[in-house]
């Protein structure tokens, strides 16, 4: 069987998105998923985004990680597969609800622009740990602040602590966060794809969170970000204990459509 396919990209975090409205795909479908976005033998992504039928909201947005695993929240997939959905005529209008891993979130489509606002679950606590930070976006998230982050070795530091014996187990991502006078730069190495990828809206928003945090900026902050797949911004309210009012801003990338057969030739070690 073949499959019709859309890729979009978030700054660079680039996923395969389906129309699975007619439920054609199964849930469970990992070693598929895992094939497609394999950058050799597949499509090539970051993830594999399956939009379905949702009878309290707009629709349901369904992800899946590198590794054909079903994941938790991802942003910059999220605001992707509202792009997606608004050019198959899901909703009509700027703006929609859809239900995620983590719950209900509400987007808008800024038509002159391109920039897609999604807004995010309420963040209530950040943890120290060992001089760093942890907390969850919709997506449990490492923070460490650095000062020099061009010389950070994103994928080894990356996968040293999310491999720790305390984070083993369920898996984190790590944020490596440079403060400059614009904003900060971010560098993400996420579970899932286990590697460093482009940009990462959760773990954007979790820097942004934390920085907003550590420089004591209270009430309603924009921060924007630099990731090395393009610009990102945050806003969000800072209550000094918790944070809410948390939207990720940027854009959503159509690059090509296709399609892809299910039963792909992979190697036998794949």
Same mark, same amino acid.
């Given at each position: !069987?073949?499959?019709? %396919?859309?890729?979009?990209? @978030?700054?660079?975090?680039?996923?395969? !998105?389906?129309?699975?409205?007619?439920?054609?795909?199964? $849930?469970? *479908?990992? #070693?598929?998923?895992? &094939?497609?976005?394999?950058?050799?033998? @597949?499509? +090539?992504?970051?993830?594999?985004?399956?939009?379905?039928? $949702?009878?309290?909201?707009?629709?349901?947005?369904?992800?899946?990680?590198?590794? @054909?695993?079903?994941?938790?929240?991802?942003?910059? +997939?999220?605001?992707?597969?509202?792009?997606?959905?608004?050019?198959?005529?899901?909703?009509?209008?700027?703006?929609?609800?859809?239900?995620?891993?983590?719950?209900?979130?509400?987007?808008?489509?800024?038509?002159?622009?391109?920039? =897609? &606002?999604? /807004?995010?679950?309420?963040?209530?606590?950040?943890?120290?740990?060992?001089?760093?930070?942890?907390? *969850?976006?919709?997506?449990?998230?490492?923070?460490?602040?650095?000062?020099?982050? #061009?010389?950070?070795?994103?994928?080894?530091?990356?996968?040293?602590? $999310?491999?720790?014996?305390?984070?083993?187990?369920?898996?984190?991502?790590? #944020?490596?966060? /440079?403060?400059?006078?614009?904003?900060?730069?971010?560098?993400?190495?996420?579970?899932?794809?286990? #590697?460093?990828?482009?940009?990462?809206?959760? +773990? =954007?928003?979790? &820097?942004?969170?934390?920085?907003?945090?550590? /420089?004591?900026?209270? @009430?309603?902050?924009?921060?924007?970000?630099?990731?090395?797949? +393009?610009?990102?911004?945050? /806003?969000?309210? *800072?209550?000094?204990?918790?944070?809410?009012?948390?939207?990720?801003?940027?854009?959503?990338? %159509?690059?090509?459509?296709?399609?892809?057969?299910?039963?792909?030739?992979?190697?036998?070690? %794949?």
């Amino acid at each position: !069987m073949n499959t019709a %396919f859309a890729k979009y990209h @978030g700054t660079g975090n680039d996923f395969i !998105m389906i129309d699975n409205r007619n439920l054609l795909l199964p $849930r469970a *479908n990992t #070693n598929v998923y895992a &094939s497609w976005c394999h950058r050799r033998f @597949g499509i +090539g992504a970051d993830g594999v985004i399956l939009i379905q039928n $949702r009878p309290d909201c707009d629709f349901e947005m369904v992800y899946y990680n590198a590794d @054909g695993n079903e994941g938790s929240m991802c942003g910059n +997939g999220g605001r992707c597969a509202v792009a997606f959905a608004r050019q198959l005529g899901v909703f009509s209008g700027n703006t929609c609800r859809f239900v995620a891993a983590d719950g209900l979130h509400e987007a808008a489509v800024d038509q002159q622009t391109g920039i =897609v &606002s999604l /807004q995010m679950q309420p963040v209530k606590e950040i943890q120290l740990y060992h001089n760093d930070y942890v907390l *969850n976006t919709g997506s449990p998230h490492y923070v460490k602040m650095v000062t020099d982050l #061009n010389n950070i070795a994103v994928f080894e530091q990356g996968a040293q602590i $999310r491999y720790s014996p305390y984070f083993k187990e369920q898996g984190i991502n790590v #944020n490596f966060v /440079q403060p400059h006078a614009q904003g900060i730069a971010v560098a993400t190495y996420e579970r899932g794809v286990e #590697n460093e990828t482009y940009s990462c809206g959760t +773990g =954007v928003v979790a &820097s942004a969170i934390t920085y907003a945090m550590l /420089q004591n900026r209270l @009430g309603t902050v924009t921060v924007p970000v630099e990731t090395k797949g +393009g610009q990102l911004w945050v /806003q969000l309210t *800072n209550h000094h204990t918790h944070f809410t009012d948390i939207w990720l801003k940027g854009p959503a990338t %159509f690059v090509f459509n296709g399609t892809i057969s299910t039963t792909l030739n992979l190697p036998a070690n %794949f």
